[in-house]
T-cell receptor, first 110, second 115 residues
């Protein structure tokens, strides 16, 4: 079983739609969580850190449920420029190494 | 502020040859990491430096890989001798301590092809 699991998608949505991605992690000792965005043949770019209380950054909202070991990302009012792969990432407990999910592809169409 | 830089952007070598990848972290970041993505797989951790010391090298695949960070600034990752399965994209990341979050910022990667 992978440490971080994501639905690979693709999610095909029209502009303006709301889309939600889910992610589960298996290591209960994981301490921090992140969503990264990766465009084709580019490096992962940090989208947002995920806090236990949930956090929002513009059109993006991230939630963490430690009891269920579940992380989510909600994107409201999708833009064409949101098309990318979204990587769910856990920081390994006690260490700084990041554990990546395989990514969820999002395609926003006109 | 300059981001993480990596050199070269691409490298094509033959099996058995040696390749050295370089990473320059964001200025002032003591933590430097190497990751790798092989075709069809997720990004995997290789190792972590704090300044010039190896903090965690649990992800290094075998002793054909050697990472150094002399002086605690830039880092090199040498693969010697390269094998076909070493092909992939090698990413470097850096971070500074920021509370307990340790946000890592990635370089553009080096795409390595071993033929």
């Amino acid at each position: 079983r992978k440490e971080v699991e994501q639905d690979p998608g693709p999610f095909n949505v029209p502009e303006g739609a709301t889309v939600a991605f889910n992610c589960t992690y298996s290591n209960s000792a994981s301490q921090s969580f992140f969503w990264y965005r990766q465009d084709c043949r580019k490096e992962p770019k940090l989208l947002m850190s995920v806090y236990s209380s949930g956090n929002e950054d513009g059109r993006f909202t991230a939630q963490l449920n430690r009891a269920s070991q579940y992380i989510s990302l909600l994107i409201r009012d999708s833009k064409l420029s949101d098309s990318a792969t979204y990587l769910c990432v856990a920081r390994s407990g006690g260490y700084n190494k990041l554990i990546f999910g395989a990514g969820t592809r999002l395609a926003v169409h006109p | 502020e300059a981001g993480v830089t990596q050199f070269p952007s691409h490298s094509v070598i033959e099996k058995g040859q040696t390749v050295t990848l370089r990473c320059d972290p964001i200025s002032g970041h003591d933590n430097l990491y190497w990751y790798r993505r092989v075709m069809g797989k997720e990004i995997k951790f290789l190792l972590h430096f704090v300044k010039e010391s190896k903090q965690d090298e649990s992800g290094m695949p075998n002793n054909r890989f050697l990472a150094e960070r002399t002086g605690g600034t830039y880092s090199t990752l040498k693969v010697q001798p390269a094998e076909l399965e070493d092909s992939g994209v090698y990413f470097c990341a850096s971070s500074q301590e920021s509370g307990s979050i340790y946000e890592q910022y990635f370089g553009p990667g080096t795409r390595l092809t071993v033929t």
